[in-house]
């Protein structure tokens, strides 16, 4: 989304909610101007990434609160201002309602087969298509490696004490919004201090404390590879939750007192939705540890690295991967 200035850049989402008849329905926006139905989605602002933005839109245009999951695929089309490219993420719904406004005045809650007949365009369709029936108990990890903190040879002290430098903690301030619309909700931490202070200001805006994860150190996983990979498994398969006091709400668009077991609009019941578990780690741990889960499950990877205060998004179904998907550092 930060790159290739020329092409107008833009993200949405599969927004999804479960359905006692259907399994799963989807949301469909009907934009006035073009008399069209399509998933929601919009131009990025200036800086964002796509998951921001497609999490941004999807309030915008719906007035539901979602938390993001797998990311489906890109569109590319020609538009008046040059070419678009969109970048499309499954995004289960929270609580929230639907006001009819200038750019969209209608919303329709439909079944997969019902949604792909309505859709104006092809594109909409095929990613329709990659989404596929979305399985509600899907699990995910953020897996973060830690934000920059100077050069090992620098630092006068045990190397397990050494801090972030000042863009590191500017990488982790930054790391709270990119992160927020995924769900997050348990943080973890391997011992290093650079580690535990990457993800320690999300876990003050989740109102959390950082739970300290000896395993996910780089020196346990030279001796022990798999039983790093083990608690990772584990921990995408914990029952995790958000405090009562309601899911974390993007800094973008407060919306004060929302809880994520408020109902959805059309009588559809409370849903019990899991968080999404953070764990921070080391350069040298999550190339590898990312390399087996995959391997496992024969889940294909991109050929890109993990620079300091990167993420991945770990999809899990059960205890196998099912897709990974990588982010880059926040650019400060």
Known sequence: MRNDASAVRAAGAVLWRPSVKHGIR????????YDDWSLPKGKADSGESAPVTA?????????????LGR??????????????????????ALGGSFTANKEVDRLEWLSP????ALMSYDFDKAVLDTFGLERPDLRGVLLVR????????????QDILRPLDAKGRRQAQALVAELLPFGPGPVHSA?????????APLARTLGQAVAIEPLLAEESYRDDPAAARRRLVELAGSEAVWPERGAPVHPARPAAGASIRGSFAGGVPSAKVSATVVAC????VIPGVVKSLAGRSDVPLPRIG??????????????RLVQADAYPSPPV
Not at 56 to 66: L, N
Not at 306 to 319: D, I, N, V, Y
């Open 26 to 33: 989807i949301a469909l926006v009907h934009r006035p101007r």
């Open 55 to 67: 999490w941004r839109e999807v309030w915008e245009e719906t007035g539901f609160r979602s938390v």
């Open 71 to 92: 990311a489906l695929t890109t569109v590319s089309y020609a538009v008046a201002g040059g070419p678009k490219t969109v970048q499309y993420f499954a995004a289960r």
């Open 113 to 116: 087969g019902a949604a792909r």
């Open 146 to 157: 830690h934000a920059r903190a100077g050069h090992r040879e620098s630092f006068d002290g």
């Open 191 to 199: 011992p290093a201090e650079r580690c535990r202070a990457t993800v």
């Open 281 to 284: 780690s080391q350069g040298g």
């Open 306 to 319: 993990t620079p300091k205060g990167a993420f991945w998004f770990l999809s899990f179904e059960g205890r």
